[in-house]
Each structure stands twice: as C-alpha cells, then as structure tokens.
C-alpha cells in the first residue's frame, strides 16, 4: 500500500493469533493488541493504522481493557479509529464509554437482518458507522447460486447451514425477487442488493468482496443505484415474508461471536 497511501484508508484487525498447533485462538490481550500493531505496520510500510478492529469479542479479556489498549495506541499516533467486530450492543456501549468507538462490523443484508432490532439503533444513537459484511450473502443474493451449485472442496460456505442443497433450493424465493426488481431497473441482482442496504441508513458502508475486477465495477455501480421509494417498499415487505432456512454459522462458530 506504500505508493498508494494518501489515497486510501486502511481498515485491518486485531485479536487472532496462531497457536503452536496452527489453529486460530482469540486473544486481545492489551500486549497482544501492541504486538499485532507493531507488525501490520511493519507489514503494511505506514506509520498509522486508519481503522483498528477487534476481530472478535474476546471473552477473556474485558472489554474496558480492549478499548484502553486501542485508546493508548491512538493517543500515539498509530491508529487513527477503533471499530469492533460482531459485538453485542450492550459490548459496544461499554466499549464506547472508555474510546469512541468508529464502525461496527456486522453482517447485514436481505437475508440476515437480525441488526434491524438491536444494532442499528444502538449505532444511530452514539453516532456509530455499520460495515456490512456479506452483503451479498456470501454470492448467494447475485444470483449466481442455486440448488444445483457445486462447491469446491475447502469453501467456507460447504459447513454452512444455509447453504445446504435444501436451504438454498427454499431460499431461492429471495433471489427470484431481487432478480424481478434488477429486470425492472436495469440493473444487476447484485446491484439491487447492495443499493437496498445503502438505503437503510446514510452511515452504512458495505464491504462486498470479489476476486474479480469485473464484479468490483459492478459492486461500485451500485452506489449511483437509486431505488424509489416504492420499489425499496415493495423489495423490503416481500423480503421480510420470505422465512429464510438455515442457520449463517455452524452452532460452534456462532457461540464465537459476540452477539
């Protein structure tokens, strides 16, 4: 990123480490938190972080101390904006309370819209940004997936519920709709997706991945979308009668969450 550095914000994490046995382990210990800032700043040629995430609550450590930690940090010039990742809305106030926190990571789309209830307006109250990740249910809601859609041996999406051949069979019904709405504003079911979650709040900025430089074009083309206000009405109350079948996670991978 060095050649490039006053023309982009760079967001990364911390609170993951590799054990002796090569497996993830959480751990945002304050020194920890130190160490894995010195190196993404090694890593990434810059002299300060723009956007510093806790990856994932750590439930051994106090938040206070997370948020103390990033505070010390900021205060010496190395991060510029603390932001917390799938944390629970009672963790985010308490986060809040000793660091302003910036941005809350959390998946957010047509098919996961549990943040409507808590999150969103916890985030609204204390001036707080959401980036939505999957926005795009994780391809799902492009289009480009169906019932018949072989994954390749290693996709995280192969130990997902939701993606079992029955869920994505019945959770067909969500992408048909988005696919009517994209044929009737010329645009890409991606698209529509990605417009409907810009319209939710004017403080959600949404990170869909891609591999190709293609699909990075059409994901930015979604921001110049503007959907009326009957259609967003109309896309949203046939969403939300849609019961979408199966879980986002695993059972052991949602009890690491914060939520």
Do not use: C
């Amino acid at each position: 990123m060095a050649p490039v550095r006053d023309r982009v914000v760079i967001a990364t994490k911390f609170g993951l480490r590799i054990d002796d046995h090569g497996a993830q382990v959480q751990d945002s210990r304050p020194e920890q938190i130190r160490d894995g800032v010195e190196g993404s700043l090694r890593r990434l040629r810059t002299d300060t972080i723009d956007l510093l995430y806790q990856h994932r609550v750590d439930p051994n450590v106090p938040i206070e101390d997370v948020a103390g930690a990033v505070k010390d940090l900021i205060a010496a010039g190395k991060v510029r904006h603390f932001g917390l990742s799938e944390a629970g809305t009672g963790t985010i106030r308490r986060a809040h309370a000793v660091q302003p926190v910036t941005a809350v990571q959390s998946e957010y789309s047509l098919w996961w819209r549990r943040p409507e209830a808590d999150l969103l307006p916890v985030l609204e109250e204390l001036g707080i940004g959401l980036v939505p990740f999957s926005p795009l249910g994780k391809g799902f809601l492009t289009g480009a997936i169906d019932a018949s859609t072989n994954f390749t041996p290693g996709d995280f999406r192969t130990i997902v519920p939701r993606f079992s051949e029955a869920a994505r069979g019945a959770n067909q019904a969500l992408v048909d709709l988005i696919r009517i709405t994209a044929e009737r504003v010329h645009a890409t079911p991606a698209q529509v997706a990605l417009a409907w979650l810009l319209s939710q709040r004017p403080w959600i900025v949404p990170i869909p991945g891609t591999t190709k430089a293609e699909r990075l074009a059409e994901n930015l083309a979604a921001a110049d979308l503007a959907l009326s206000m009957d259609e967003l009405r109309q896309l949203d109350e046939a969403a939300s009668a849609i019961e979408i079948e199966g879980d986002r996670y695993p059972p052991a991978l949602e009890a690491r969450t914060g939520l």
